[in-house]
């Protein structure tokens, strides 16, 4: 019996980390709020955004961001395709692409200095592993 007794208490040891680790992360202690600047752009109006060229010409579109430590690091593109077949993704900085608001139109626009078959030979994006759609 005693022996019983050691093993579950092992057992019950060993275990307590290992559950320990699929908790969930603490969120920091306090909430801090953030205004939202003028310029800023929300990220509904990013995606699905067509993007274009010097010459006006459509290159892409805005599929999705790349947000890293609370940061944007990238707008996913993709490029080429049609009706969602063969569409190839890249990933652009966002250093490279300008955003600017049509008030206007009341719409949003990007551009790169990029033609279509310049973005379609950059490094190929895919939505698998942690990223799988």
């Known amino acids: 019996m005693r022996r019983l007794v ?32 003028q310029d800023a752009v929300l990220s509904y109006n990013l995606l699905g955004l067509n993007v274009v060229d010097g010459t006006n ?18 707008y996913i593109m993709s490029v080429g395709g049609f009706l969602g077949m063969g569409e190839h993704y890249v990933v652009v900085d966002p250093s490279s692409v300008a955003l600017t608001y049509d008030a206007d139109a009341k719409k949003w626009k990007a551009s790169v200095n990029a033609s279509k078959d310049a973005l379609k030979a950059a490094p190929e994006f895919k939505y698998d592993g942690k990223f799988k759609r």
Do not use: R
Not at 16 to 30: I, Y
Not at 57 to 74: F, M, P, Q, T, Y
């Open 57 to 74: 010409s459509n290159v892409g579109e805005i599929k999705d961001l790349v947000i890293e430590k609370g940061k944007l690091a990238g």
């Open 6 to 37: 050691l093993a579950l208490a092992a057992v019950t040891a060993l275990t307590g980390p290992v559950l320990a680790k699929d908790e969930a992360p603490v969120p920091p202690a306090t909430v801090k709020f953030a205004p939202v600047p």
